[in-house]
């Protein structure tokens, strides 16, 4: 299994700038799918955006395309969520999420598929 660890939350005022970043742990020889999902009060959480094994293939929900951005350092066990133009609608606890994909150059955009979990940050945009 994969251990999870989401570290970059804060508080930063609308039109600025956030990275996070998420530690894998364990068994990281397998190839794993990585995603970014997000949870604000009293809603479900959502699909941020998700990245494949390689990094050759990305995926952004509608509200954040353009702003933010995912990669990931294979090397480190790394994950990345650049989020650029923040705004108070963004302001949830942002969850990393992964699951064994296999080689292939995909990454699923659905909750259900992602079977490892981290902790969460808390991400608050002030207007």
């Known amino acids: 299994q994969v251990q999870l660890v989401e570290s970059g939350g804060g508080l930063v005022q609308a039109g600025g700038s956030l990275r996070l970043s998420c530690a894998a742990s364990?068994?990281?020889?397998?190839?794993?799918?990585l995603g970014w999902f997000r949870q604000a009060p009293g809603k479900e959480r959502e699909f941020v955006t998700a990245?494949?094994?390689?990094?050759?293939?990305?995926y952004y929900g509608d509200s954040v395309k353009g702003r933010f951005t995912i990669s990931r350092d294979n090397a480190k066990n790394t994950v990345y969520l650049q989020m650029n133009s923040l705004e108070p609608e963004d302001t949830a606890v942002y969850y990393c999420?992964?699951?064994?994909?296999?080689?292939?150059?995909?990454?699923?955009?659905?909750?259900?598929?992602?079977?490892?979990w981290g902790q969460g940050t808390q991400v608050t945009v002030s207007s």
């Open positions: 364990g068994r990281t020889f397998s190839p794993y799918a």
């Open positions: 990245i494949s094994w390689s990094g050759g293939t990305t």
């Open positions: 999420a992964a699951y064994y994909s296999g080689r292939g150059d995909w990454a699923s955009r659905s909750l259900t598929d992602y079977r490892y």
